[in-house]
């Protein structure tokens, strides 16, 4: 059938010998297969969406299911240890049943006693030295002489170059003159104010920050040596204590009221040694002799907590409640 035939009104009229339209078999075949692989991608899109859901869940229900046997075992490690420790108390009662002496970590003899009393000292030495705080407004104070120096020397290249204006100018004179007396004013103001404060200020600064340093030269041996008095302290204190845990020996009451009869099993007994050592290292430094009391009697409630015997006794309160021995 001829083009005129489907489209009668039309007046195109194909030319002679014009072939007619023919579709490609190949063609044909490489669209349906590029139309399979169209579909082949978005099921496999949506398969693998499918497949991310799954795993996402499946990721995330292991993870839940993680932190909560990670939080039983914990649970469960914290129950055996309080158990342990519950068992030592009755071994410590039966102990003391039958009469088994208790160590007295509070005799530490002379020496140690001595060595607490130099140790103690630092905080005195320290107390003679100016704080970086401190030393910060003097030292301002001195830097600011040279900026009011160098305030005076732009003044006079100010004053130089207006009279050089002034000099220069031969009829109207009137704007040199007025720039030429506001140099002199503000010239007069840095002599009159800026540099004599100054100078006075750097003065009384300089006075303070020398005597500070001759303070240190004097003091810093003797806060290094304290130190160093405190470090063997402490290791001293801290052998005392586990040489008394190692023996058959009881430990005092106040010890096992803060500490238990014990240290806790893994890394928690490095904190636990630790504490204990601070808090005999106090009662050390203080003379405390309480028997029930690790710290003694707590102070009065108008204490300045920021003096040193107390911040340190705030810090080692705060090291026993954080051990929770026998908490449940």
Do not use: N
């Not at 869940?57 to 292991?62: D, N």
């Not at 158990?83 to 509070?106: F, G, H, N, T, Y």
């Not at 004179?173 to 007396?181: D, G, P």
Request: hydrophobic share 35%; aromatic share 4%.
């Amino acid at each position: 059938m001829k083009h005129s035939e489907y489209y009668p009104e039309t007046d195109y009229y194909p030319a002679e010998g014009d072939p007619e339209a023919e579709y490609d078999p190949e063609l044909l075949a490489l669209s349906d297969t590029v139309g399979g692989m169209q579909e082949t991608v978005e099921d496999l899109e949506s398969r693998t969406a499918r497949d991310l859901t799954e795993l996402r869940e499946t990721v995330e229900t292991f993870s839940d299911t993680h932190a909560r046997h990670e939080s039983r075992l914990d649970h469960t490690s914290r129950q055996l240890e309080r158990l342990r420790q519950r068992l030592l108390v009755l071994e410590r009662a039966v102990r003391v049943s039958e009469k088994v002496p208790v160590v007295d970590l509070d005799d530490v003899g002379p020496e140690l006693r001595k060595l607490a009393v130099e140790a103690e000292r630092r905080h005195a030495l320290t107390a003679q030295l100016l704080t970086p705080s401190q030393r910060k407004p003097y030292e301002e104070d001195l830097a600011r002489l040279p900026q009011a120096q160098e305030a005076l020397a732009r003044c006079d290249e100010a004053l130089i170059a207006a009279l050089g204006v002034v000099a220069a100018t031969e009829r109207d004179r009137t704007e040199a003159a007025e720039r030429l007396s506001e140099v002199v004013i503000r010239r007069r103001a840095v002599l009159d104010r800026q540099l004599p404060a100054a100078v006075q200020d750097a003065e009384a600064a300089h006075q303070v920050l020398s005597a500070d340093e001759v303070t240190r030269t004097r003091v810093l041996p003797q806060i290094e040596k304290s130190e160093r008095d405190w470090e063997e302290l402490h290791s001293r204190l801290r052998e005392r204590i586990t040489s008394a845990i190692g023996s058959s020996a009881l430990l005092p009451v106040w010890f096992t009221h803060a500490f238990g009869v014990a240290p806790p099993s893994g890394t928690a007994g490095d904190r636990w040694i630790r504490a204990a050592t601070s808090a005999l290292a106090y009662r050390v430094t203080h003379g405390v002799t309480d028997q029930a009391l690790p710290l003694g009697e707590p102070p009065a409630g108008d204490t300045d907590w920021t003096e040193p015997k107390w911040a340190w006794r705030a810090r080692i309160e705060h090291g026993i409640e954080e051990l929770d021995v026998g908490g449940d």
